[in-house]
C-alpha cells in the first residue's frame, strides 16, 4: 500500500490517507482502491502521520508517495518514495474531495499548501481500474489499433482518457487506454457501481482489460479484501 503526501518545500507537509495496490501482473498494478481495507482506523492515522511528518522534515515540495509492504501479522515495511504525481492518483482526489494537480502548480509558484491536516476528510471508498489495450484471454498480448468507441458511464463515475473516435493505440508504448474510476460511500457500494458501467461500456476497437476487471470485482477473495501481490496471477489466472 501506498499513502500519498504533499509538502511545501519549507517544513510543512500533510497526507492525503492511503492507496491499495496490491493487484499487480508481472509487477504492474491494475486496480486500486483507497482507502485499504485492510488497514485500521488506529494503524491509518499513527502511519499517515508518520508519513507526514517525515515529508516535512525533508522539506519536500509537491506530490509524493511512501510506499510499503504489509505483512501476515499487518506491520508496514518502508520500500521507497516515489517523488510524483503518480497513475492511481484519481482515488485519493476522489475520497478527500481534492486537486492534487491543481496543488502542484499552487505550490510550484509559491502559493503554500492548499490545506492543512485537519482539512483532509475521509470521504468514502473510491475504486480505478486500468483498462489497456491488451486481451487477457491471449495471454495479455497487446493490441495497437483503432479505436473507435470507448465509453464509461454510470453514477459516481469518472473517466480520464487520452482517446476519442479514430485514436489509434500505437504498439511502442504503454497499453493504457484509460482509468475508470468509482467513487461512493462504502466500498461495496463503488464495486457495484464500477462493475455496473464496466458492463454497460461501449468500447469498439482492439480487445481491452475491463473483462479481466469484472471478474477482479465479482470475486469473493476481492469482495472481502483477502489479496496480496501475487493473488491475481496465484488465484484468478492461474
Known sequence: MEFQV???GKGKAVHLFERECSLQRRHQKILEEAPCPSL??????????????????????????????????????????NTRLQVEHPVTEE???VDLAQAQIQVAAGEGLP????????????????IN??????????????????QFEGEGIRVETHLAPGSSISPHYDSLMGKVIAHADTREEAIARLDACLEKAKVEGPPTTATLHRSI??????????????????????
Not at 488506529?42 to 511512501?66: D, K, P
Not at 489495450?133 to 489499433?145: S, T, V, Y
Open 40 to 81: 485500521s482506523d488506529e494503524a491509518r492515522e499513527e502511519f499517515g502521520l508518520l508519513c507526514a511528518r517525515a515529508t516535512a522534515s525533508w522539506a519536500y515540495s509537491g506530490a509524493g508517495t511512501l510506499e510499503f509492504l504489509m505483512d501476515a501479522e499487518g506491520q508496514l515495511h518502508f520500500l521507497e518514495m
Open 217 to 238: 470485482l465479482s470475486h469473493p477473495d476481492f469482495q472481502a479484501s483477502r489479496i496480496h501481490t501475487g493473488w491475481l496471477e496465484e488465484s484468478l489466472l492461474s
Open 133 to 150: 489495450a491488451e486481451d487477457p484471454e491471449n495471454n495479455f498480448r497487446p493490441c495497437p489499433g483503432t479505436v473507435d468507441a470507448f
Open 95 to 97: 475520497i478527500c474531495g
Open 115 to 130: 490545506w492543512k491536516q485537519d482539512d483532509i476528510r475521509l470521504q468514502g471508498h473510491a475504486i480505478e481500474a486500468r
Open 6 to 8: 504533499f509538502g511545501d
